[in-house]
């Protein structure tokens, strides 16, 4: 069975700075997707950034990039140039390739932004 | 396209009580996944439906059931309502057919309160 973990249950950034979040999974799949969801206040789930396994370069989505390091199973989250509309819950999750949707989630990390 | 919709937004019940849940997915989008949120336990799968047909099925007890129609609006249950069963539950739907995008795309949820 996979599992994800996120070891930052809460971490905080001032505006404008760059954050990382990190995330490490253990699966015996050699081919998955990973992802990285957004949860603000409103509870609406969003989708930041996502990485299939076979691909080497890591996935950069405007002011967000992934760190992934198949070998390590370590898939972080860098957040450049932080917004107040970051806040929130971040999390990572793994989908096994083979269409059959069950994501795994990490517990998540709280991110604030201060001001 | 109007996104994934979720009825009730709340919902407050009785032990021992049951309640169905309702999810119309993104038009065209044929696959609809369920997940359960609570604080303790974090994101965890319940079930996946795809084309009227349940694919997937998380580790819930038989109390957890649903069912999707043919125009790919699911409905979840929950027979004799625990206090434990309060939570967050959100549903996914995804587009699956013909190798496309593996991003799922929730709702907002509907936050279930057993009493």
């Known amino acids: 069975a996979q599992t994800v973990t996120q070891s930052q249950p809460e971490m905080s950034v001032q505006e404008a700075e760059t954050v990382t979040l990190s995330c490490t999974y253990d699966t015996s799949e050699n081919n998955y997707y990973l992802f990285w969801y957004k949860q603000p206040p409103s509870r609406q789930m969003i989708l930041v950034i996502r990485q299939e396994a076979y691909k080497q370069q890591n996935a950069t989505e405007n002011r967000f990039s992934v760190n992934f390091q198949k070998a390590a199973k370590s898939f972080s989250l860098k957040i450049s140039d932080s917004q107040l509309g970051d806040t929130a819950m971040y999390f990572c999750a793994f989908l096994p390739w083979g269409g059959s949707e069950k994501l795994v989630f990490g517990k998540g990390t709280k991110l604030t932004v201060n001001p | 396209k109007a996104g994934v919709t979720q009825t009730p937004r709340y919902l407050i019940k009785t032990r021992g009580q049951q309640v169905t849940l309702s999810c119309s997915p993104i038009s065209g989008h044929r696959s609809v996944s369920w997940y359960q949120q609570t604080p303790g336990q974090g994101l965890q799968f319940l079930f996946e439906?795809?084309?009227?047909?349940?694919?997937n099925k998380g580790n819930f007890p038989g109390r957890f059931s649903g069912r999707q129609f043919s125009n790919s609006r699911s409905e979840m249950n929950v027979s004799t309502l625990e206090l434990g069963d309060s939570a967050l539950y959100l549903c996914?739907?995804?587009?699956?057919?013909?190798?496309?995008?593996?991003?799922?795309?929730f709702g907002q949820g509907t936050r279930l309160t057993v009493v």
């Open positions: 439906y795809f084309s009227e047909t349940q694919r």
């Open positions: 996914a739907s995804r587009d699956i057919t013909g190798g496309k995008d593996t991003e799922a795309f």
